[in-house]
Nanobody, 122 residues
Framework: QVQLVESGGGLVQAGGSLRLSCAAS????????MGWYRQAPGKQRELVAT???????NYADSVKGRFTISRDNAKNMVYLQMNSLKPEDTAVYYC????????????????WGQGTQVTVSS
């Protein structure tokens, strides 16, 4: 019942910046957590950043000070501003949301985007 559409990926040089966007749409009661994960070639998927409805954020140590996650609750959007990009940031970045689909259910379901490629050249 939740669809995620990502945009903003691309190719940048080391030290450059990108801003990823993810829009959630569909039928759902509310969205709690929104976040970004990434998976580099030959590596496991890892958490990049998450943000809950109240605005609290969490970041992977590898991106602290460089990446900023934010959200627009009115638009059901989540963003990832990536600055000072490094070649090791190269990965497919996945948007995710945890959403309640109805008032009658308290539990949240997790939904994933299809991923957007971020490539950082040295």
């Amino acid at each position: 019942q939740v669809q995620l559409v990502e945009s903003g990926g691309g190719l940048v040089q080391a030290g450059g910046s990108l801003r990823l966007s993810c829009a959630a749409s569909g039928r759902f009661f509310s969205i709690n957590a929104m976040g970004w994960y990434r998976q580099a070639p030959g590596k496991q998927r890892e958490l990049v950043a998450t943000i809950i409805s109240g605005g609290s954020t969490n970041y992977a140590d590898s991106v602290k000070g460089r990446f900023t996650i934010s959200r627009d609750n009115a638009k059901n959007m989540v963003y990832l501003q990536m600055n000072s990009l490094k070649p090791e940031d190269t990965a497919v970045y996945y948007c995710n949301v945890d959403a309640r689909i109805s008032f009658s259910t308290v539990t949240q379901n997790r939904y994933w985007g299809q991923g957007t490629q971020v490539t950082v050249s040295s």
